[in-house]
């Protein structure tokens, strides 16, 4: 079911090396400026195959990137789904056991459920709890355009905004609705919380413009909040693209399909049949219903699709 793609552009590497850092917590390094500022985190890897996040945080590293103020933390979190990767199936080490980037609740956190990510997002969650600022750095299967994707605050939006690229942004006024993102965790997903939490899907998992696309991304997040210096030949003022999530349908049976191939951002008019769920048909619920996130393989349990309406 889950097929090789024509070009695997970019694959993972050998990242042992980034193994110790400073911090306890394998994988996981930091570095204060010693100067007042904020505490930005740059995650990577929640799930094993978005190698993109890979690139970008191994960039930091491998230049040598300091802040000038704050503090900046960079955080590989799913590495043993990582570690799983095999070329010939490589949509299949997204995860071992659970989706790391669902269990961010305190119900799964503090519950009695094992599994390898729930026992790395337990050693991850001071480091979560430290930072001020958030960039969780994501790919998606289908070959689309980058969006960010981030709970409704305007906090988020603003950052969003301000960096200016990618141009599409993905608002969830209740989140997902299938589980705790690492973006929820509380307090960032707090209403009352100062600090922005964003997700970055950069394109494709295996395009190297994926790759790319984190590492500017990475670059303009620091400079936003002071930690690095912004060269303003890289910013790109866009017109936005904003659309609110209304549902996320999960699969429920083995006859799962849609009544078109989709890849992402296909509309579909108020009423009009987009896929059929067991014995559930899946309608657009407004007019001009914008596709976000189709699965490429249907797996019962998982997501099947996002559906949004244009802001």
Request: glycine share 8%.
């Amino acid at each position: 079911m889950n097929q090789t793609p024509t070009l695997l552009e970019i694959v993972p590497r050998d990242i042992s090396a980034y193994r110790k850092g400073n911090t306890g917590i394998d994988y996981v390094h930091r570095f204060e400026s010693g100067r007042p500022g904020p505490h930005v985190l740059i995650s990577s890897l929640i799930h094993g195959n978005e190698i993109c996040g890979m690139y970008a945080a191994t960039y930091l590293l491998d230049k040598g990137v300091r802040p000038k103020i704050g503090t900046l933390t960079v955080s590989f979190a799913n590495v043993e789904a990582y570690e799983a990767f095999d070329p010939e199936h490589p949509f299949e080490n997204r995860q071992l056991v659970h989706n790391m980037n669902r269990i961010w609740s305190p119900e799964l956190l503090d519950g009695s459920d094992d599994s390898p990510e729930l026992r790395r997002a337990r050693l991850l969650r001071p480091v979560l709890d430290q930072a001020d600022h958030i960039l969780d750095i994501h790919s998606t299967s289908q070959d689309v355009a980058p969006f960010w994707a981030y709970i409704d605050h305007e906090r988020n939006r603003a950052v969003a905004s301000a960096i200016g690229r990618p141009s599409i942004h993905l608002v969830m006024p209740g989140g997902l609705g299938t589980g705790k993102l690492a973006i929820e965790y509380v307090p960032h997903g707090l209403t009352t919380r100062q600090g922005t939490a964003l997700v970055i899907e950069c394109g494709q998992h295996f395009r190297s413009s994926a790759a790319e696309m984190a590492i500017t991304v990475t670059h303009d997040f620091l400079a936003h909040f002071g930690l690095i210096a912004q060269d303003p030949a890289t910013l790109a003022p866009s017109a936005e693209r904003r659309y609110e999530l209304l549902q996320t349908h999960m699969v429920k049976a083995d006859n799962f399909a849609f009544t078109r191939p989709l890849v992402g951002f296909e509309t579909f008019a108020k009423g009009e049949l987009i896929a059929i769920n067991g014995t559930e048909e899946i309608r657009a619920p407004c007019d001009d219903c914008t596709v976000f996130l189709p699965t490429r393989a249907p797996i019962i349990g998982r997501e099947a699709v996002v559906l949004t309406r244009p802001l």
